[in-house]
């Protein structure tokens, strides 16, 4: 039998509570336990940003992090800042944009633009290239996305950084 | 002149306008993906699914002593082990040719290599279990032993014959194409000025985020197979696995879900997806294969490498007489099914000189095999080739002469009123093109002067910035002449199903696919613009053979052009019949009748006369208020095939202003500019975005990205760490304009936009690093142009 281990973490802001093989990667667990489909595989090794999720906070690459260390911890996915309404001025931008063509990276990079939105919410455009450069896209060249990102940066600025 | 104002969306002479038809409208399916809730293969929850994973050759070229599967079979978790010849009673091997690609060779592929594997990753045995980690477990488990064969991984050793790879086959050319025009000899004898100059391209690969994923699911109750499968051509597929796996055609159902990607990476047949196909066969369950990042490496189509000399000669005022070709591709040991991997090359050979009206031309290409993965058609196939050694030796002979580069291309571009085209001594035809309007256009919206000036100031201070430009024309809406002619069963035809709804909503049904390039959003608009209803009343379906009508799918860039032409002449169908059921309801006549915003309305005085909600339910609920022998038909169906011209061009002109370090040879892209014309554009910002996609997949290839081999056939970087993607912080800003001219073939008078951006970056910026290079007395004819390559031309390394 593979080696299990009870693990507890918050996704999203539920309680789930599984015995977890310890080998097991965060995102495996997330898609494969939880059935959060969100978070996507584009590398296994940490280059490509598809599998950003938050971990207490910070975004992480959950294809690098196993199951179990995120055991007492807080997990938010794509799914959980979609539904409280985190994201919505991201996701309007986005999708005003056309920021994402075939949507693969873009929980990823939704995760990488929020990150920013908190930290740097004054990121000139420069600083966003930089900062989104941890998450490959292959699809939109991304002009479009530091656009967007920009876009949703200016607006909460406008309106006074209220999410 | 607004080609918009063409389009014959509502009868002449009404004041409505024309509905959404260049728009740019946000795609409605993005708000699925922007949550996360898209559902791509490996997000679908099957019961009793299977996991395959692949036992892949360590060797190029290697002769299977053993394969002992029994250790494998007892691991934990595993279903079956099959080798080449138990897959292969399932699944009958294929041969990749043409009829119209004369004399090209291939030899039979197998889904499972069966007693030898030629290239490293080559799939030669298949377990299956009940989580893909337990099936990679197994794998370590699996006994093989090998005998190594000689690996040929120079193109130039498998010309020269140094070892048949596939004895059968007499030699190692796939495929070969020459060609010389008449007067060729006598008039290049004229020239004042002859350039010449060699190329090499490197491999690289479509990297596409999402990995190919297929999920088989046999019934064994009723013999019929469903395959989720992230393809473009789903109805190529259906009829792929009926022949190759014999279950009849209409057994065979292909639905494509949410695709991360696939720029023609996902148009072809790979081996392990037959496999996988034929296992669910077997095991009579489903059955999902996913690639994952070191597998899409090794086995993805990859693409290009070429080595290519080019001749130009023209005479001392400028003008062009004529190319020299010689081209020389490696392709892996197999021809890609059913395309056939001849087809780049034998673009090369159409395209090169393409803006151009010279009028000699004389081209030589060989395609050969290798011990390396298999290539294949992927984004732009040809033109980036075709148009960098085009460009770059146009280049070369404006500076021999002292002519400003575009200054040069003006004088030669063939002249916008030259229309219709068919002097092009490749034999490809232009049915009106518009290259001086896109020159114009760009110049001015580069501030070509200025930049030249600031140039010319920077350089004085040890700044070295370079300006390159890349003239390109493009392949788009192809006919039957492209695969259909040569035997290969791939639709050149799409068709459209509308269909009217109770409630007066629009379903839309077409055989194009979508891969995020915006196909369902455009055609929402065109649907919604040719009947007469808003945009939230379409919903849009694509991609099941089970559903859509029967069509190519989408490559080539023929999606808009094709299945949006098939979608207007649907919606023109069905806005008539409405308007047949309109009358019958109010007794009217039909010409007095037209469809606005949901509304069947009074043509002069626009005044509502019925709603699409209550003609709907009139018509099928209670047809028995109608006239008695009145029925309605509120389910349209239309097909659309491009015929007049084999390929419809298209044309466009790119730039890029760079600054080289000579210290480094780092590279920074400082701008891009792209102005190109697809006829009609259906939704601009979806046009610009596939442009800066394509541009920036150009950029990969001219600066980062290679598929690198040892000399015994290992690939050296086949990862996402060494093999090298644009990221964002690299990439520059993107202006796109547009120019249009609109196919006169169709009413909608779409061209394809697909793969502009790839075909023309490369030689942009190939052009750009050596203008900044120029005087340094360095030039780099090598891509990608990586800082060790560029320092070796200025002799520092
Ligand atoms: S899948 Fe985790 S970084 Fe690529
Ligand atoms: S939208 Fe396809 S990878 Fe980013």
Redesign the pocket.
Known sequence: MEHTLETTITVNGTRVTRRVSARQHL?DFLREELGLTGA?????????????VRVDGEIV????MLAVQANGRTVDTIEGLSDSGEIAGLQAAFHRRNALQCGFCTP?MLMAAQDLARTRPDATREEIREHMS?N?CRCTGYHAIVDAVEDALKQSAQTGGKR | MNARAELPLHAPGTQVDKGYIGQSVPRENAKRLLQGRGSYIDDLRFPRLAHVVFFRSPHAHARIRKLDLAQAARQPGVIACFDGRAVAEYCTPWIAVLGHLKGIKSAPQHPIAIERACWQGEAVAAIVAESRAQGEDALAHVEAEWEELPALTDMRESLAGKYVIHPDLGDNVCFKRELVTEGFDAAWAKADIVVEESYKFGRHTGVTLEGRAILADYNAADHSLTVYHNTQAPHMMQDIFSRHLGIPEGNVRVVCKDVGGSFGIKVHVYADEMATAAISVMLRRPVKFVAD?LESFLTDIHAREHEVTVRLACTKGGDIIGFDLDDLTAIGPYSVYPRTSGIEGNQVVNLTGGPYRHKHYRAKMHVVFTNKNLTCQYRAVGHPIAMALTEAIVDRAAAEIGLDPAEFRRRNLIPDDAYPYSEFPSGIKFERLSHHQCLDKLLALMDYKELRAEQAALRKQGIHRGIGLAAMIEVTNPSPAFYGVGGARISAQDGATLRLEPTGMLTVMCSVTEQGQGTDGIFAQIAASAVGVTLDKVRVITGDTGVTPYGGGTWASRGAGIGGEAVLQAGRALRSNMLDVAAAILSADKAELDIVGNEVVNKLTQEPKLSLAELGRIAYFRPDTLPPKFQSELTVTRHYTPRDYAFTFTNGIQASLVEVDPDTGFVKLLKHWCVEDCGTVINPMLVDEQIRGGVVQGIGAALFEECLYGPDGQLLNGN?ADYLVPMCGEMPDIVVAHVETPTKQSALGAKGAGEAGTAGAPGAVMNAINDALAPLGARVTVQPATPERILEALGKV
């Open positions: 995102v996507h595989y584009g590398c296994e090794h940490g280059v490509c940003g598809a599998c950003t690459r959950g294809c690098l990823g941890g490959y | 990042r996402m």
